[in-house]
Each structure stands twice: as C-alpha cells, then as structure tokens.
T-cell receptor, first 114, second 113 residues
Framework: AQSVTQPDIHITVSEGASLELRCNYS??????LFWYVQSPGQGLQLLLK??????LVQGIKGFEAEFKRSQSSFNLRKPSVHWSDAAEYFC????????????FGGGTRVLVKP | DAGVTQSPTHLIKTRGQQVTLRCSPK?????VSWYQQALGQGPQFIFQ???????QRGNFPDRFSGHQFPNYSSELNVNALLLGDSALYLC????????????FGNGTRLTVT
C-alpha cells in the first residue's frame, strides 16, 4: 500500500528566507510524485510533478523538488519565500497501476513572518 | 478555459439526511475523482469515475455513491449522514491515460449537525 509522510506539521519562515518541506513516501513500484498547495478555503493547486527522468523538477511560483530514490524522499524547496507562500502544502504519491489515484500526506502548514 | 467547478460551495445538513454534491470537470478531461478532506488532514480518496463507471474505490462505506454523466460531469451522494462526514469534499478531474495530473476544484464544505 502507498503511504506518504510529511514529518513537519507546521513550519514558520521569515520572508526572504529559504524553505524546505520534507516528504517521504512508501510504494513498491516506481512512483509518480506531486506537490500541491492549498490556500485557506480553496482547492489544491499543482506546484510540480515527477514522473521520470531528471530527478530535480521545477514547478510554478519558483518552487523545485528533488526525487531521491535511495531515501524515498521528494522534498520541496524555494530559495526565497514571499508572504503569499503562506499556505498548506501537500505531498502525494500515485502510480500508473493505481490509475491516477493519489495518496496524500497530512500536509505542512507554512507561516511566513514579515 | 474553465477549470473544475463544484456546487454548492457550502452545505449544512442534519444527521441521517442525504446529500448530493456536483462537479463539472475541466474542459478536455474525462475522468473524475472525489476526495474527502477532514479538518487538518490530507485528502482521502473516495472513488474515481471513467466512462460512466466507478473504476476505483477507496476505503469508504457504501453510504458513499456516485455517478458520472455522458458529459463527464459527476455527482457524489452520501446517505444517512453522520457527524463524521463533515469535511471538505474535493472533486478532481484528469485525462485518462498516462501522465495526466489531477486538477482540483475548490471543494464543497459539508457540515453535518
């Protein structure tokens, strides 16, 4: 069975500082990996996805993530955080065999200090 | 190009009642999935519809049922509502096949009293 762990429930970061959100997954086959962002009262917006190929993927809003198979991780990073990045971030794992069904982690809430 | 639209945005129901939530997928998408997001948690997969049939189902009781129409829109029905069914219900659409990420609507907030 697939599972996703986001170890950090809350992270507080100063505006302009760097941000890294951790994600660890468990899946027997080659996974598809995603990061979504959710603002209060909103649905989920796709930030980036990894299917295959280059393990460093670029996304929208200046985010990037690196797939490390040996560590079963897919951490999300941003070099310089803006106040508008305050939101909840979800890592998810899927697989072609699962027919686009996604398993989500519990989320990390990011607070940005001025 | 309209994205995924869901209606209603908010709903208040009483225990034991039935509810129907609606979803129109993004243009060009033919697959619709439903997720339940309880407060403070990540979304949980309920089921997925393609070609008007339920293709996959998560760990939800039979009180949760759905339908997909020929225009690819979908409904989620929940019978005999429980307090624990209070959540944000998210609809996501995608194109069938390889490498199609999910696009989510803004959800329907269901409160059961």
């Amino acid at each position: 069975a697939q599972s996703v762990t986001q170890p950090d429930i809350h992270i507080t970061v100063s505006e302009g500082a760097s941000l890294e959100l951790r994600c660890n997954y468990s899946y027997g086959a080659t996974p598809y990996l995603f990061w979504y962002v959710q603002s209060p009262g909103q649905g989920l917006q796709l930030l980036l996805k990894y299917f295959s190929g280059d393990t460093l993927v670029q996304g929208i809003k200046g985010f990037e993530a690196e797939f490390k198979r040996s560590q079963s991780s897919f951490n999300l990073r941003k070099p310089s955080v803006h106040w508008s990045d305050a939101a909840e971030y979800f890592c998810a794992v899927g697989a072609w065999a699962a027919g686009n069904k996604l398993t989500f982690g519990g989320g990390t809430r990011v607070l940005v200090k001025p | 190009d309209a994205g995924v639209t869901q209606s209603p945005t908010h709903l208040i129901k009483t225990r034991g009642q039935q509810v129907t939530l609606r979803c129109s997928p993004k243009s060009g998408h033919d697959t619709v999935s439903w997720y339940q997001q309880a407060l403070g948690q990540g979304p949980q997969f309920i089921f997925q519809y393609y070609e008007e049939e339920e293709r996959q189902r998560g760990n939800f009781p039979d009180r949760f049922s759905g339908h997909q129409f020929p225009n690819y829109s979908s409904e989620l029905n929940v019978n005999a509502l429980l307090l624990g069914d209070s959540a944000l219900y998210l609809c996501a659409s995608s194109r069938s096949g390889y490498n199609s990420p999910l696009h989510f609507g803004n959800g329907t907030r269901l409160t059961v009293t």
